[in-house]
């Protein structure tokens, strides 16, 4: 991965935290609607899919829990804990 997308993904990373704490309990979205185009759009597609599945991987680092699948894209929601 490149530096400039390294960079990318730490910002990506930091909305997402930052998008979930001010999220409503209860909505359901996909990452790219709660890290927003802004956020999403300078990712590369590569690097898109390892940082979906990072997130995966360490939901509660995020403060997020999986909802349900929409297609192939995962759905997920703010923890209640």
């Known amino acids: 991965m490149k530096f400039t997308q390294i960079t990318?993904?730490?910002e990506a990373s930091r909305v997402l935290r930052q998008n979930v704490a001010a999220m409503p309990s209860g909505q359901e979205h996909t990452i790219r609607e709660?890290?927003?185009?802004e956020?999403?759009?300078p990712l590369q597609r590569t690097t898109r899919h390892h940082f979906g599945?990072?997130?995966?991987?360490n939901l509660e680092h995020y403060?997020?829990?999986f909802a349900r699948m929409a297609g192939r894209v995962a759905v997920y929601k703010k923890s209640t804990i």
């Open 8 to 10: 990318e993904w730490n």
């Open 63 to 65: 403060g997020l829990v």
């Open 34 to 37: 709660i890290i927003g185009e």
């Open 39 to 41: 956020a999403w759009e």
């Open 53 to 57: 599945k990072h997130v995966r991987r």
